[in-house]
C-alpha cells in the first residue's frame, strides 16, 4: 500500500497526506510537536519567516495575547520602562561627569595661567619697589607671627647650614643678648648645665695633671695639663692663729708682722662716742637710716654733701661728733682758724713725721701721696 503512494506522482501524495492529516489531527498535532521539539531552531527560524510575511497575523495574536494576559503584558512593559529608565540614569550620570571634568581641567588651566601672570607681576612690582615690599613684609610678619615663626622654622630645618652661620653672626654682634640668653636657659635648664659641667670635669679628669716644673715665663704660657694649684708658690697652707694675739697668719709670716711674740698688747677699744654709740645700737631715732648709709660704698660722696636723700641731722651729728673727738679735725680747724680771714687761697701740708702728742705713730699715717695731691689745695668759702 505504501510502496503504492510513493510510487504515485507528487501531487496524489500531498492529497493522501492532507486527507490522513484530516481524518487524524492528533497524531498531525503529535508529529509537529516533536518535530519543534528535536528541532527548535528550525521552529524559530519558521515562526520568524512566517511573522515577516504576516505582520498583521502577528500583531493580531500579540493584542489577543496581551487582551488574555493583562498582567503579564503590564509587567513586560514595565521591565522595559525600567531598563530604559536606568539606561537613560547612567548615561545622563555619565555625560555629566564628562562635562564636570572638563570644566574642572579648564578651570585649573585658567587659574595656573592667572597666578603664573599674577606672580611674574608681583615679582616685577617687588624688584622695583623694595623698600614697599619689605614694609608689607614686616606688617605681614607682625599680625601673623605664628605664620611666621612656621615658615622660620621649615626654612631653619631645610638650611641648618645658613640658620648655623647667622646664629654665629648674630652672637658676634650682640654678645650680651646671647650672655643673657644662655643665662636664662641655664636658670630654666638646671640639669642640662649641669650634665654640661659634669662633662668638662670628666674630660679634665680624664686629662693627667703634670708637676709645675719648668717656671720660666709660665705666666706667659699658660698649659691646662699643668697642675699650679698644688705647687707651694700658689698653695701657702692653712692660716694660723698667733698664739698670743690671736692674728690669723700664713706659716711663713714672722712674729713681727703682728705682736712680737707678745711685747705688743694693745689697749681695750674705748666706747664709741655719743652719738656714734646710740646709732650703732639701734639706741637713736636714725640708727636704721645711718647703718643702711654707712654701708653704702658711696660713703665719700656723702662726705662731700652731695649725695641726695641723706638725713641732714644726720650728717650734722656726726660731724659734731668729729669735731670733738677726732685729732686730725681738731688740728686742722685749728689750722684753719690761725689762716687770716682775708686770705682767699692757702696751702695744707701734712706732715708724715708729726703725731698728736702721747698717741702712736702708726694710727696717725700720713695719707698716700694720690690723697694728699687731691686735697692739697683750699678754698675758703
Ligand atoms: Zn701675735
Redesign the pocket.
Same mark, same amino acid.
Given at each position: 500500500m505504501l510502496f503504492e503512494i510513493y510510487s504515485k506522482p507528487p501531487e496524489v501524495h500531498r492529497d493522501a497526506v492532507q486527507k490522513y492529516t484530516q481524518n487524524h489531527p492528533e497524531v498531525h498535532r503529535d508529529a509537529v510537536q516533536k518535530y519543534t521539539q528535536n528541532h527548535p531552531e528550525v521552529h524559530r527560524d519558521t515562526v520568524q519567516k512566517y511573522t515577516q510575511n504576516h505582520p498583521e497575523v502577528h500583531r493580531d495574536a500579540v493584542r489577543k495575547y496581551t487582551q488574555s494576559h493583562p498582567e503579564v503584558h503590564r509587567d513586560a512593559v514595565q521591565k522595559y520602562t525600567q531598563t530604559t529608565q536606568k539606561f537613560i540614569e547612567m548615561l545622563f550620570r555619565n555625560i555629566l561627569k564628562t562635562i564636570q571634568k572638563f570644566i574642572e581641567m579648564l578651570l585649573e588651566n585658567i587659574l595656573k595661567a592667572t597666578r603664573k601672570v599674577h606672580r611674574d607681576a608681583v615679582q616685577k612690582y617687588t624688584q622695583s619697589h623694595p623698600e614697599i615690599h619689605r614694609d608689607a613684609v614686616q606688617k605681614y610678619t607682625q599680625s601673623h607671627p605664628e605664620v611666621h615663626r612656621d615658615a622660620v622654622q621649615k626654612y631653619t630645618q631645610s638650611h641648618l647650614e645658613v640658620n648655623r652661620e647667622a646664629v654665629r653672626k648674630y652672637t658676634q654682634r650682640h654678645p650680651e643678648v646671647n650672655r643673657k640668653t644662655v643665662k636664662k636657659y641655664v636658670s630654666k635648664n638646671p640639669h642640662v648645665a649641669r650634665t654640661k659641667s659634669n662633662k668638662y670635669k670628666e674630660k679634665i679628669s680624664e686629662i693627667r695633671l703634670l708637676p709645675w716644673t719648668s717656671k720660666h715665663l709660665s705666666a706667659f704660657k699658660y698649659k691646662p695639663n699643668v697642675d699650679y694649684s698644688m705647687d707651694e708658690i700658689v698653695n701657702l697652707g692653712p692660716r694660723l692663729p &698667733?698664739s698670743? &694675739?690671736r692674728?690669723l697668719k700664713w706659716k711663713d709670716e714672722t712674729?713681727g708682722m &703682728? &705682736?712680737s711674740g707678745?711685747k705688743v698688747q694693745l689697749p681695750n677699744l674705748e666706747p664709741y662716742p655719743e652719738p656714734l654709740h646710740s646709732l650703732l645700737t639701734h639706741q637713736d631715732p636714725l640708727s636704721e637710716h645711718f647703718l643702711s648709709t654707712i654701708h653704702d660704698h658711696r660713703e665719700k660722696d656723702i662726705r662731700c654733701g652731695i649725695y641726695p636723700g641723706i638725713k641732714p641731722e644726720l650728717i650734722s651729728q656726726l660731724q659734731k661728733s668729729l669735731h670733738e673727738h677726732n685729732k686730725y679735725i681738731m688740728d686742722f680747724k685749728a689750722a684753719i682758724d690761725s689762716v687770716p680771714k682775708d686770705q682767699k687761697e692757702f696751702k695744707v701740708v701734712i706732715n708724715a713725721e708729726r703725731k698728736p702728742f702721747g698717741e702712736h705713730k702708726g694710727r696717725f699715717n700720713a695719707p698716700q701721696t694720690k690723697e694728699v695731691a687731691r686735697c692739697h689745695r683750699w678754698t675758703r668759702v
Open positions: &698667733c698670743w &694675739c692674728a712674729q &703682728c &705682736c707678745g
